[in-house]
């Protein structure tokens, strides 16, 4: 991606810079502190959210789990209704950008399964009197407790994903802040989850959303910001109206105008400046427009163990782990737990800078984290066939690039 008169290494570097993946000076700095200057945490059950933590800030588990037990940070539905991990001042805007979302999932319920609004929400009542503060629950536990007031669906709800009327209140309970889900045992890359009774306000208008992503994510564009959002397109102009965007030459992205003086004066670092980041890290995902990110000599490359056949640089997402430098993705990477090692394809020449980074990352893995999987369902026998790939790109590797162990 050229972007008119914008170099694409230029606008790379920066949204490395702005992400804080350009070379660790952001050690010492808290989860929160690093989710609210760099975005917040896609979460989906995998290692993403501490991957993307220790690339920023060299945050072992120990130090996320602990804020997450603080509740310093949560992972929370938030934009799209999806869930993220989020900063404690953003708690009430995140609920707020996902709140539609739970509301939309109620009035298909209504609609075609039967249930009526005022069963889920005595069923809310119900869950609120059964959470305490302190000792979560799981949904099994509600369930049982809640007896009646918790209905099946039958096929029909099975079919939509809904087997019973218990996910639409515990939905709603948690769009509207009155409880929060916890994992059971501390960790984020799993999913099994209780839920406590919170008191957590929602609010934020979405012109607080868009200063929020535009902070994390410019120079982006109006496509950008609604995917990230979810917001149709009279909604996110409105949302965009008040901030004081400029646009940059030669395309549609758009830059804050306190930002302007600072992106006149970057320059490209000379010295490479890499990262191993999750597939979902919000370098890609804040966007979700790889190929701006993606060299045009390896445009043509296949990802390990492709099924569509589609070169990489036309993916919508990869379906790796990313080796990055200075923003450029340079080389995919997963985790064996078998073999307890991390297996690469690199873009680039092997230097000492590289080796280190990826041994970095292969020992916490192995030592903190025990396996790196990309979302919930991953496992070491769904991720054979790219850690075969992997081992055989490396043996046929070229001189330009590197193998692996």
Known sequence: MSNGEIPAAKLRAWWAHRQWLDGGVHRGASPAEVLAATGWARSVGGTAPYLGLF??????????????????????????????????EDFALGLAAGAGVAEAEIATAVRHLGVTRDEVEQLCLTVSELLSDTEPLGPQQIRAAAGPAA???????????VSTTLPLALGLLQARGLIRRVPVDGRLDQQRYGYLRWDQAVH??????????FAWAAPASVRHFRWFSGFNAATAKAA??????????????????????????????EQPAYALVAGVDGLHLLHRDLARLVDARDAGRLAPAS???????????????????????VGFWEYDPEQRELVHQLFVPM????????????????????????????SPKSRAPKLAALRTANRYASPGSSSGR
């Not at 934020?204 to 992503?213: N, S, V």
């Not at 109206?241 to 004066?265: I, Y």
Request: glycine share 12%; net charge negative; proline share 6%.
């Open 55 to 88: 690339a920023r800030a060299g945050l072992g588990r120990a130090a996320v789990d602990a804020a997450l037990a603080a509740v310093e940070v949560q992972e929370l539905p938030a934009a799209r209704g999806c869930t993220y991990v989020l900063p404690a």
């Open 351 to 378: 230097d000492a800078a590289l080796r280190a980074g990826i041994d970095a990352v292969e020992t916490f893995v192995r030592e903190e984290l025990g396996d790196a999987r990309s979302f919930g369902l991953d």
């Open 204 to 213: 934020g208008e979405a012109a607080d959303l868009a200063r929020r992503y």
């Open 307 to 329: 099924r569509t056949g589609r070169s990489f640089g036309s993916e919508s997402d990869p379906s790796t782990h990313l080796v990055v430098d200075r923003g450029r993705i």
């Open 240 to 269: 965009l109206a008040p901030l004081e965007l400029t646009r940059l030459p030669g395309g549609e992205l758009l830059m804050p105008a306190e930002l302007l003086d600072e992106w006149a004066a970057f320059t490209v670092p």
């Open 151 to 161: 209905r099946p669906l039958g096929e029909a709800g099975r079919r939509r994903g």
